[in-house]
């Protein structure tokens, strides 16, 4: 079924709630009478607090340990900058590793997994069930975006791809969360992107990052090429909300334009720039429409999938849902930006279509071309032990210090 056909099927005639009465319980997770998508907590208020408290240790351990590697490697970049930008990617793999992990362990769920004919042939299921991503290294990757958690999946999709990618993603952020301590400045150690929202300014920041993301580089046979890259934007610029969706709703009867029922439209500014700029080094726009199990029509993810439902009281999502799309950058209008803003918002509609479909069948619709029915793993790594990787770069240079300072000890006599 192509998303054309489904925006022609008859919406249901109960009509979905509007967004100012959507928003006004702000928290329906709490209200008693409405029951959580994922049932009941699993753990109790103490074992809440241990899982809070292990989570805390592990993540704040293994970004800590992630922040000094990348510290250590800061040198190279006045060595080589090619050799401190591939130490980096390591070091953005570590922390793809880290969510990954952290989500396997804590709060496990379904990821089912579909698409058009566009992405036949890439996707597919190893024997041992997880899922493998054909796609290609250098991409613009756009989704609708439901909860904070988006990237987190989108990340481990990276991770899932082959070769794999965990290590080449790109996000754009407030710029608010530069100032986060270690966060921050590791963030803009794997070359991250921080915007104020102001395009006056931003551009020519944005600008100066897609510079050196299109950048190409020489083997050593002479041979011309592009690192690898999957550019990750949200062009609806932030997490679905009632506040989001009255604002959608507002700028949508201001502008004359139909609004969506399940997600926002989406501003077209920031990725127009992006591919305008990006255009002959990016073939394709991978687009991921996704949506958590158990939501109901009208309500928003962040009301009940939080951090601490989701890994702390044992209540992640029963299943998280994507529909995959690919589109040629070549047969995307980027002549000027009216063009392209109609192109991004038809494809805004699709995915509300996609979206409507999933409310009202539970599914998205099966794989349209190759693999049938739809396939369904979970976010986990190959390997039990790949958690090591995360510590393993600080344990190098620690092991190594050890031994220089052994090494000089051993020279030089001690008074």
């Known amino acids: 079924m192509t998303t054309s056909e489904l925006r022609q099927r008859p919406r249901p005639t109960v009509e979905a709630p509007k967004a100012d009465l959507a928003a006004k319980n702000t928290n329906p997770a709490l209200d008693p009478k409405i029951g959580h998508p994922s049932g009941e907590a699993k753990y109790g208020r103490f074992r809440s607090l241990v899982r809070a408290f292990t989570v805390f240790l592990y993540f704040g351990t293994g970004i800590l340990t992630i922040h000094i590697s990348q510290i250590l490697g800061a040198p190279l970049y006045l060595i080589n900058r090619e050799l401190y930008d591939a130490y980096m990617s390591l070091t953005k793999a570590c922390f793809g590793l880290l969510i ?7 709060a496990p769920t379904v990821i089912r997994i579909s698409g058009d004919a566009s992405v036949a042939g890439q996707l597919s299921l190893t024997p041992d069930g997880r899922v493998q991503c054909n796609f290609p290294e250098r991409m613009v990757l756009i989704a609708n975006h439901q909860i904070y ?9 990276g991770y899932t791809s082959n070769p794999q990618m965990h290590g080449h993603i790109f996000i754009i952020l407030k710029e608010s969360l ?5 966060v921050g400045p590791g963030c803009m150690f794997i070359g991250f992107i921080f915007l104020s929202r102001k395009m006056a300014v931003d551009r020519p920041r944005l600008a100066h990052r897609l510079e050196k993301l299109k950048t190409r580089r020489t083997d050593p046979n002479g041979k ?10 949200f062009p609806e610029g932030t997490n679905l909300s009632g506040n989001g969706r009255r604002k959608s709703a507002n700028w949508a009867e201001k502008s ?11 501003r077209s500014t920031g990725m127009y720039f992006c591919l305008t700029e990006l255009k002959g080094t990016v073939d394709y726009v991978y687009d991921c429409t996704v949506a958590y199990e158990g939501i109901p029509r009208g309500g928003y993810g962040e009301d009940y999938f939080t951090l601490s439902s989701t890994y702390f009281q044992g209540r992640p999502p029963k299943s998280v849902n994507f529909y995959w799309r690919r589109f040629a950058v070549a047969d995307i209008p980027l002549e000027n930006q009216e063009d392209f803003d109609k192109w991004l918002r038809e494809r805004w509609y699709e995915k509300d279509a996609l979206l409507e479909h999933y409310v009202s069948t539970g599914r998205f619709p099966a794989n349209d071309a190759g693999t049938k029915g739809h396939l369904e793993t979970e976010v986990r790594t190959e390997y039990w032990w790949e958690f090591i990787k995360i510590y393993m770069m600080a344990g190098t240079f620690g092991l190594m210090f050890n031994i220089l300072l052994k090494v000089v000890r051993f ?3 001690r008074g």
């Not at 958690?149 to 999709?157: F, G, N, P, S």
């Not at 609004?259 to 439209?265: C, E, S, V, W």
């Open 149 to 157: 958690t988006d990237w987190l999946y989108l990340w481990w999709v």
């Open 100 to 106: 990954t992990t952290m989500t396997q362990w804590w």
């Open 411 to 413: 020279i030089v006599p």
């Open 178 to 182: 530069k100032w986060i301590p270690i």
């Open 224 to 233: 011309s090429f592009l690192d690898p890259m999957w550019l990750l934007l």
């Open 256 to 266: 004359g334009l139909k609004d969506g029922q399940h997600l926002m439209l989406p």
